[in-house]
């Protein structure tokens, strides 16, 4: 069973609205100045979130199409650890995973050079492997602020003359090394959750236990998704 996590290892870890008119054709999505808004039915309540589509293009488009094709219903949430992250979109209530399209390309040190925001308490961002570029439909939500997934910013030059990670100090650093670090990827935040957080804090907050093919953090009563629709 494959199923998208957030690799969690230390070491490799404003926003202007947008109004958005939706050209639905195909796959085709075309986007002017209103952030686009999706609704979130689940069996703990429902809450909206705000997506940011010049942020984080790619991801956006690739979540939209998501929620467009109905992948999100009846899926549920099947990693909640309180004081960090819930986690879904990526099997259903029978713990089976639900068929992707594939990955969609890291945006996470684009969006945060845009002024996008970090992993923060609200924050929508995509789960994925110990590959960067992995992040298919899964996401999670931040329920704390997580420093430690936000993605490192790199500065100008190659080589970069002056680099600075966990503390230690790196002079002359080949630019392509740097781009190509795993470490340095973190994670893509694409959103923020506008309204409903009581909801997702109730979400945070279930018994956890072993399901399905996992060992531990599953709801051990399931929190559907009943649906997900985009509403803005």
Same mark, same amino acid.
């Given at each position: 069973?494959?199923?998208?996590?957030?690799? @969690?290892?230390?070491?490799? =870890?404003k926003? $202007?609205?947008?109004? &958005?008119? @939706?050209?639905?054709?195909?796959s085709?999505? +075309?986007? +002017?100045? &209103?952030a686009?808004?999706?609704?979130? +039915?689940?069996?703990? #309540?429902?809450? &909206?979130?705000?997506?940011? /589509?010049d942020? +984080? /293009?790619?991801?956006v488009e690739? =979540?939209?199409?998501? !929620?467009?094709?109905?992948?999100?219903?009846?899926?549920?949430?099947?990693r909640?650890?309180?004081n =960090?992250? $819930?986690q879904? #979109?990526? =099997?259903d209530?029978k713990?089976a995973?639900?068929?992707?399209?594939?990955?969609?390309?890291h945006e *996470?040190?684009e969006?945060?050079?845009k002024?996008g925001?970090?992993?923060t308490? *609200?924050?929508?961002?995509?789960?994925?492997?110990?590959?960067?570029h992995?992040a298919?439909?899964?996401?999670?939500?931040?329920v704390?602020?997580n420093?430690f997934?936000?993605?490192?910013?790199?500065?100008?030059g190659?080589? !970069?003359?002056?680099?600075?990670?966990q #503390?230690?100090?790196y002079e002359?650093? /080949?630019?392509s090394?740097? @781009?190509?670090?795993?470490q @340095?990827?973190?994670?893509?935040?694409?959103g923020?959750? !506008?309204? *409903?957080?009581?909801? !997702?804090?109730?979400?945070?907050s $279930?018994?956890?236990g072993?399901g399905? /093919?996992?060992?531990?953090?599953?709801?051990?009563?399931?929190?559907?998704?009943?649906?997900?629709?985009?509403?803005?």
């Open positions: 069973m494959n199923s998208q996590t957030i690799f @969690l290892h230390r070491r490799t =870890f926003t $202007v609205t947008l109004t &958005v008119l @939706l050209a639905l054709s195909g085709q999505i +075309a986007w +002017a100045d &209103v686009p808004r999706v609704k979130f +039915a689940t069996s703990e #309540g429902d809450f &909206v979130v705000e997506v940011y /589509p942020k +984080a /293009p790619k991801t690739n =979540f939209l199409q998501y !929620v467009k094709d109905k992948h999100y219903d009846g899926t549920i949430f099947h909640v650890i309180n =960090f992250m $819930v879904g #979109g990526g =099997f209530a713990y995973e639900k068929p992707s399209r594939p990955p969609v390309r *996470g040190q969006a945060l050079a002024g925001d970090k992993n308490i *609200g924050t929508l961002a995509m789960a994925r492997t110990s590959d960067p992995s298919t439909a899964q996401f999670f939500i931040n704390k602020d420093d997934l936000n993605p490192t910013l790199i500065p100008p190659d080589p !970069v003359p002056r680099f600075e990670y #503390g230690q100090i002359n650093t /080949p630019r090394k740097l @781009l190509n670090a795993p @340095l990827f973190g994670y893509t935040v694409f923020k959750v !506008v309204s *409903g957080m009581d909801v !997702v804090n109730k979400i945070k $279930v018994p956890t072993a399905g /093919p996992f060992t531990s953090d599953v709801p051990k009563t399931p929190v559907l998704i009943k649906s997900v629709t985009l509403i803005k």
